[in-house]
């Protein structure tokens, strides 16, 4: 008996020695774990520094862009990967070097790269060559509406809201109908199955 307490003696300082290695191996995994993500956050601070100097860099271009215009919603988004957002489908976003630009566009194809360089001012010669198509567009879409092809639309637009209030004054008036003879039927029938 004395002999099975000594051995848990024993075992129980190799354990607590043991403990000692483990908390020491613990403690430097968490040191290690957190340099790593001290680095991760640097990265992103890099990332988001460049993009904001970028940001300064379109100031001018989107200074001279009218008022009344609202294709544009220029922006940093600061998600995973953080993006400078140009418009609703094209923004500059880092490079996996973290200081590569990458100009690219959402199409209905695919991501589209319009532009990539270290270069910040060819990134803003890329995003002003972008204002000023979809600028372009904007006025040959906004002069196309003005003409006889828009009045022409607009009439069959009416004509063809006429018809469909009519299809459904039809409709309303059919289910009308229906459902006064449904109900004359069942009450027919409940009446016939009444003793006199």
Known sequence: MWGRNRKIAVDSESLAASEGVLKDAI?????????????VV??????????????????PLFGEIPPEVELFDRGIARGDPPRLWIDVIAHVVM????????????????????????????????????VASR?????????????PAAEEMRHDVRIVWRRRR??????FVFGLIIGCVALFAALWIVAARLPN
Do not use: M, P
């Not at 990458?102 to 209905?108: G, H, L, M, S």
């Open 27 to 39: 403690r430097q995994a968490r040191i290690e774990s957190a340099e790593r993500t001290a680095v």
């Open 42 to 59: 640097d990265l992103r601070d890099a990332e988001l520094a460049r993009l904001e100097l970028l940001n300064e860099a379109l100031e």
């Open 95 to 130: 490079g996996r070097d973290k200081r590569q630009y990458r100009f690219v566009q959402d199409t209905r194809y695919g991501r589209k790269v319009l532009a990539e360089s270290n270069d910040i001012a060819q990134i803003v010669e890329a995003v002003t060559h972008y």
């Open 135 to 147: 600028l372009v567009e904007r006025e040959r879409a906004l002069a196309t509406e003005s003409g």
């Open 166 to 171: 009519w299809r459904l004054l039809r409709a």
